[in-house]
């Protein structure tokens, strides 16, 4: 199994800033070579939708056009741990947001990526 535990969410203004993180762990992850970690994000009634990805080396970044120049995703593989930056946040950038993991190269879809954290809410007030 994997354990993925996020922190970080929270209420900020427009323009403002947060960081998010996601820290690994659980039996099945140790065994994972070659991973990749991914933000997902969900509106109320709505798709999760990709926001960002990480390869294993942290080599190779991946983002939706609505956050790329404004977020920044990297990892920690020492503390198995991933991060979003989030900076000049929209309103529209109120959802829950989710991190993901699958042992691989870095997908888009969320259908490929087996192991889920809770999820953490994050609140852009206009």
């Known amino acids: 199994q994997v354990q993925l535990v996020e922190s970080g969410g929270g209420l900020v203004q427009a323009g403002g800033s947060l960081r998010l993180s996601c820290a690994a762990s659980?039996?099945?992850?140790?065994?994972?070579?070659?991973?990749?970690m991914g933000w997902f994000r969900q509106h109320p009634g709505k798709e999760r939708e990709f926001v960002a990805g990480v390869n294993w080396s942290g080599t190779s970044t991946y983002y939706a056009d609505s956050v790329k120049g404004r977020f920044t995703i990297s990892r920690d593989n020492a503390k198995n741990t991933v991060y979003l930056q989030m900076n000049s946040l929209k309103p529209e950038d109120t959802a829950v947001y989710y991190c993901?993991?699958?042992?691989?190269?870095?997908?888009?879809?969320?259908?490929?990526?087996?192991?889920w954290g809770q999820g953490t809410q994050v609140t852009v007030s206009s």
């Open positions: 659980g039996r099945t992850f140790s065994s994972y070579s070659m991973y990749s």
């Open positions: 993901a993991v699958r042992n691989g190269p870095i997908y888009t879809e969320s259908v490929y990526y087996p192991y």
